[in-house]
Structure formats: C-alpha cells, structure tokens
C-alpha cells in the first residue's frame, strides 16, 4: 500500500528547478508532503485534499491528479536550505496513513 | 510548542532481547503511530491505533506488538529482537477529525526518531 516515488534521489545546483512524482495504486482521499533533513524529525509542508488541487508555500508547490493517483512536488529556483529527503503522504480508508518510498534532494552551491 | 517525545535517541540490543520503544505526546491527539525508516524504503507502517487500547495492523506488523493504555502513550514492542530489525524508528500522532475522518487534513507530527541497532 506504499506509495511509489521518483526519482529515489537528485542533485541540483541552487537555482535549478526539480519535480518529485508520487503515485499510488489506491484511490487517494489526500496526499501530505513531508522533509525531513539529516538526523531530525520530518515535517510537515503542506496537504492536497482535492482532485486537481495546487497548492504552493514560497517555491515549493504541489497539485494532485486524483484520477490518476497521482501528486507532484514543484521546487522552484532551488535553495541550500531545500536539501533534504521529501516524503509523501496518503491517507487510506480506516485512518491509515502511509508514506511514500522517500526522495532524497541535494541542493550544491 | 507541541512534542512528540520518543524516549531513546539510540539503543543497542542484542539478538532474542525484549526491547521498548516509548512514545509519548501533548497534543491529545487521538491518532498514534509507528514506522520503520530504511534507505531506499522510506517509512514503513507498522502499527497505529486511533484510540486507548486500540491498534490496527500496518504493513510490516510481523515481529512487531504495540501498547496503547493511556491516551497520550504508545510503546513499540519487540518480542524477540533480530539483527533484521536494525533500523530508525519513528513515531507520530495526528488528530482524529470525526467530522470528516477521511479528509486527510489531519497533519502528522514526529517524533525526533530511535535508532536501534540489535547486534
């Protein structure tokens, strides 16, 4: 029931643009997006909770294909402080909450 | 500022030992649960429970019991601990919305995670 992401990692330079795919083969009621960087506790980013649903927070955005079961990260114009691994997030029927396989993002000068 | 609190950062056990894994939070948050975290696997579920005494089979149960007496308390249980069971634990809660329990506005908070290493 995980979700499957891709790429597994990447690097960029600061600046460049990167696009993190996550796809389930359940229905999704939701997708969460998470980072956790080295050693500390994920966060929170932001949550889709309808079909075709884009949401953005800075340069980091997101949108959610429901009838493909599908999300997208979109990082923009990429910082240092981007680096870290991104996780999403799929809520499943009786409270079940699952992450994805994880995509880890290394941003260099 | 609302905590999820694992009580070991790092443990070392060795094989057949009985090992704990605490978790406690503040946020009277309904929803608990526990995951594995393993390069290239992400998170994997193992159990949750929405309520005191309740818990639900995740993904990866096998090896695995949980305890859920107090509402603000879950503890991750390993029976029989193997070397295959190396890995970072991770622990969150969540609001149960009865509302609307199926739309997914519930965000999880984490714990900072243990790293057990059984040898």
């Known amino acids: 029931q995980q979700p499957v992401q891709s790429p597994q990692a990447v690097i960029l330079r600061e600046g460049e643009d990167a696009v993190i795919n996550c796809s389930s083969s359940?229905?999704?009621?939701?997708v969460h997006w998470y980072r956790q960087k080295h050693g500390e506790a994920p966060i929170f980013l932001m949550i889709?909770?309808?079909?075709?649903e884009q949401k953005g927070h800075d340069k980091i955005s997101a949108s959610f294909n429901e009838k493909k079961q599908q999300s997208s990260l979109y990082l923009t114009a990429s910082q240092l402080s981007y680096s870290g691994t991104y996780f999403c997030?799929?809520?499943?029927?009786?409270?079940?909450?699952?992450f994805g396989t994880g995509t880890s993002l290394t941003v260099i000068p | 500022d609302v905590k999820v609190t694992q009580s070991s950062r790092y443990l070392v056990k060795r094989t057949g030992e009985k090992v704990f894994l605490e978790c406690v939070q503040d946020?009277?948050?309904?929803?608990m649960f526990w995951y594995r975290q393993d390069p290239g696997l992400g998170l994997r579920l193992i159990y949750f429970?929405?309520?005191?005494?309740?818990?639900e089979k995740g993904d990866i149960p096998e090896g695995y019991s949980v305890s859920r007496e107090k509402k603000e308390r879950f503890s991750l249980i390993l029976e029989s601990a193997s070397t295959n069971q190396t890995s970072m634990y991770l622990c969150a809660s969540s609001l149960l919305d009865r509302e609307s329990p199926f739309s997914g506005a519930n965000v999880l908070t984490f714990g900072a995670g243990s790293r057990l290493t059984v040898l």
């Open positions: 429970s929405y309520d005191v005494k309740m818990k």
């Open positions: 359940k229905a999704l009621y939701s």
């Open positions: 889709l909770l309808k079909g075709g």
């Open positions: 946020m009277d948050h309904e929803n």
């Open positions: 997030g799929t809520e499943a029927a009786g409270n079940q909450f699952y």
